[in-house]
């Protein structure tokens, strides 16, 4: 069989390019760190490195809502706490006022420091989170749950009587908080506990209203209730976010996981990828000195 001059050329021409080729391929996973460029380099690898980063997105959306969750929670917890802390000092004053040595004039000026505790309650019960959503007010988390003017006799709550949920996990979903009205209300009113200090307020105002209630001793039954409503919520919270935490510890677990198997599929061996480069680099200029040299060959050189 005869090789003409221009098949030896362009089979030269062929195999630098191919030597090109492959260079310019393990440059591109060195610069990308990936081992598979295309799926046709892999298609197997392919196949297992779209579900792996498919599981990976969605643990990490999952992850996102834990996140979510657990601040909101922290938020509502700590908001609770505050309320804790204003029923007590309403609970406190109420026994002073209770006493027997008091007189109209200094329960007046008790009434007056529970009318700035019950102020801070209300903000308290209108607090926002960071995005500013309302988090006592259920699914209508952009409207201003509590409304409460005492001298008016107005009480309202104009949030959502359900919370909104998130999914943490495939088969997990938390609630972010617990609405107004379970929270301040007593299942009859859903601002029962403003309406109880706003009464006890105006008892302590008018020292005949105090007088023809005999005190405001059967006040404290009711507090002490709101109270313990709102500490058993504390508690469940507690326990809530407990659960976010363990389950934002799986789900950090399983992305490390997925993260790692799918590098072993995907990813690139650096050291023999760097040696093979080296190689490809070796075999690129051997073909290119080579296809030189086929071009001085002459059949005069031989003839002389």
Do not use: C, W
Request: overall charge negative; cysteine-free.
């Amino acid at each position: 069989m005869r090789i003409s001059t221009s098949q030896m050329f362009q089979n030269g021409i062929d195999v630098i390019q191919r030597r090109q080729q492959e260079l310019a391929k393990t440059q591109n996973q060195l610069s990308t760190g990936r081992r598979i460029l295309r799926p046709s380099d892999d298609p197997s690898g392919s196949v297992q490195t779209l579900k792996f980063e498919s599981s990976i997105e969605r643990t990490e959306q999952y992850q996102r809502n834990a996140t979510l969750a657990e601040q909101r929670l922290r938020l509502t917890e700590s908001t609770l706490g505050g309320v804790t802390d204003g029923l007590q000092r309403i609970r406190e004053l109420t026994v002073r006022a209770n006493n027997g040595t008091e007189t109209d004039e200094t329960r007046r000026y008790i009434a007056a420091e529970m009318r700035q505790v019950l102020a801070g309650l209300v903000d308290l019960a209108n607090a926002r989170d960071a995005n500013g959503e309302y988090i006592f007010s259920g699914y209508a988390s952009d409207a201003r749950p509590f409304d409460v003017d005492i001298d008016a006799g107005n009480y309202a709550y104009s949030g959502a009587d359900m919370s909104r949920e998130v999914d943490i996990s495939p088969v997990r979903r938390v609630n972010l908080g617990n609405p107004g009205g379970e929270v301040f209300g007593d299942g009859a009113s859903d601002t029962a506990l403003f309406e109880k200090i706003g009464e006890l307020i105006l008892t302590l105002e008018d020292p005949a209203a105090f007088q023809a209630a005999g005190g405001v001793g059967d006040k404290l039954t009711e507090l002490d209730q709101s109270l313990g409503r709102i500490l058993d919520i504390q508690a469940t919270l507690g326990a809530r976010l407990n659960g976010v935490e363990t389950q934002e510890n799986l789900n950090a677990e399983q992305i490390l996981q997925l993260e790692t198997t799918l590098s072993q599929i995907r990813d690139l061996d650096y050291a023999e990828a760097i040696s093979r480069f080296s190689l490809q680099q070796v075999s690129l200029q051997a073909a290119q000195q080579t296809y030189v040299q086929v071009q001085r060959l002459s059949l005069f050189d031989y003839l002389r």
